[in-house]
Every structure is written in C-alpha cells, then in structure tokens.
C-alpha cells in the first residue's frame, strides 16, 4: 500500500505559487495519495490534485504512531528502511522565507506529539520537492544517494533574473522545479512593470 502524503496548507490564502506546488506534488505521487488539509476555501480548485479537507490535520483520525511529520529541525533523518514502515508522511504547506524560521515546529511538529519527526537535511525544499525527496527515500534511496543544487538563478528575461534560496533536487543533471512555477515568476515580473 502507497503511503499518504498529507499537506498541511499553513498560509492565510491559497496563493498562486501554493496550487503550482501542490499540482506538482499530485504528479509526482498521485492524486490518490494526497490530501490537502486546513483548506478553508477553494477546495473545488484544489480537488484536482488531491483529497481535500477542511479540517486540519489535527483533527483527522488518523493513527499518528504511523505518520512521519517533516521537519528540519527533527533530530533524525528519514532512512528509507523505517519510511516503509510509515503510512501518513506529513508536510507545512509554507511559502518559505530566505532562512529556515521553524514554522513547520511551531505551527504543525508540536501539535503532534505522537507522530514520528524526521529531517530530509537542514535546507529548505519547496514543499514540493520535500515530497519528491520523501518519496525517493520511500523507495529505497538514501539522502546521500541524492544529488543537490542550492540558490537556483531563474532569468527572466535577457537582462534579468532572480534567485530562488532553497534546495532543489536533480533529476539528470537538472534542478526539479515546475515549469508552471517559472512561468508564473516571469509573469509577475512582466506585471511588476505594467501595473500602474
């Protein structure tokens, strides 16, 4: 049986950027194996890519001694062995900052206390890269079997760019990043100079 990924939604609305990463997250897993909790509107928009809930993952009754919350700031590093042993891997849905600030800890690890905690490193993945690193260790790969790149240079057009803090993991050779969510910081440039 495929473990659940479940996805904490832990922002105030369902930014752009949000529903790029969790359509992503459905690709890279399938749609049958997430949820999206804490949705307090759009779930109509999010049901594509996932179970939706209105309740936090607080809330649902699920046996926490076999889910696996993701933290970088767990003392412990998610080994491939124990992951298959895990039925529920919970993830913050956070937009993150430039510097890792423990909003998973504060906001979702410490309301958990039953779950297992467990690193994938002590960089900042987009949430869903955190789900495509979780799911290579799942299927049998250590951490350190994977290749990384950090601080990615996005351009934006021939004189511009702009770079993206976390770490992303390759895939032949490449950063792993949507190429909607590309799209979508291009066109916020391009709007950043049309709007008025």
Request: glycine share 6%; hydrophobic share 35%.
């Given at each position: 049986?495929?473990p659940?990924?479940i ?18 997250i ?6 049958e ?37 993701l933290d970088?700031?767990?003392l412990?590093?998610?080994?491939p062995?124990?992951a298959?042993e895990f039925?529920y ?17 504060k ?26 690193v ?14 990384f ?6 351009k ?18 490449k950063p792993?990043i ?8 291009k066109?916020?440039?391009v709007?950043e100079?049309?709007?008025?």
């Amino acid at each position: 049986m495929k473990p659940i990924f479940i996805i904490e939604h832990l922002e105030p609305r369902i930014w752009r950027w949000c529903e790029i990463e969790y359509e992503s997250i459905s690709k890279i897993v399938g749609k049958e194996n997430v949820w999206l909790t804490n949705i307090k509107s759009g779930s109509k928009r999010l049901a594509r890519f996932g179970k939706v809930f209105r309740k936090s993952v607080r809330e649902l009754n699920i046996d926490l001694k076999k889910a696996c919350v993701l933290d970088p700031f767990a003392l412990k590093t998610l080994a491939p062995k124990e992951a298959k042993e895990f039925r529920y891997f919970i993830f913050g849905g956070i937009l993150g900052d430039e510097k890792l600030n423990g909003r998973t800890k504060k906001e979702l690890t410490r309301f958990l206390q039953k779950a297992h905690k467990r690193n994938i490193g002590r960089n900042q993945f987009s949430t869903d890269n955190a789900v495509y690193v979780t799911s290579e260790i799942v299927n049998g790969k250590r951490l350190n079997e994977l290749k990384f790149k950090d601080n990615i240079e996005i351009k934006i057009n021939s004189i511009e760019s702009t770079i993206l803090p976390y770490r992303y993991p390759l895939v032949k050779g490449k950063p792993r990043i949507s190429l909607k969510l590309i799209t979508y910081l291009k066109n916020q440039k391009v709007l950043e100079f049309t709007t008025p």
